[in-house]
Nanobody
Framework: QVQLVESGGGLVQAGGSLRLSCAAS????????MGWFRQAPGKEREFVAA????????YYADSVKGRFTISRDNDKNTVYLQMNILKPEDTAVYYC?????????????????WGQGTQVTVSS
């Protein structure tokens, strides 16, 4: 199995930037597609970004396309989410997730492992 721990969340003003990190442990990380999801209070968890097993392919939700960048370093067992030009509507708890597959998918039910989440708050 894979254990995931997110970090890097915080409070920023609109237009600012944050970089989230997800540290993974377990044997399957380097062969797993990874995703970032977010959930605001009272809302369903939604897809943000995903990356395949070796970082060669990425996919983004329309709401963050052009502003967020997902990347990974398999030697460090870490996946990142660089968030630029942040907007108040980006405010949410952000979760890192891992699949038991190398292929990108955008639905929460296709991810087997989840971190505890890290809070991102963007003020206006």
């Amino acid at each position: 199995q894979v254990q995931l721990v997110e970090s890097g969340g915080g409070l920023v003003q609109a237009g600012g930037s944050l970089r989230l990190s997800c540290a993974a442990s377990g044997r399957t990380f380097s062969s797993s597609a990874m995703g970032w999801f977010r959930q605001a209070p009272g809302k369903e968890r939604e897809f943000v970004a995903a990356i395949n097993w070796n970082g060669g392919s990425t996919y983004y939700a329309d709401s963050v396309k052009g502003r967020f960048t997902i990347s990974r370093d398999n030697d460090k067992n870490t996946v990142y989410l660089q968030m630029n030009i942040l907007k108040p509507e980006d405010t949410a708890v952000y979760y890192c997730a891992a699949r038991q597959s190398r292929v990108i998918v955008t639905t929460t039910t296709r991810y087997a492992f989840w971190g505890q989440g890290t809070q991102v708050t963007v003020s206006s």
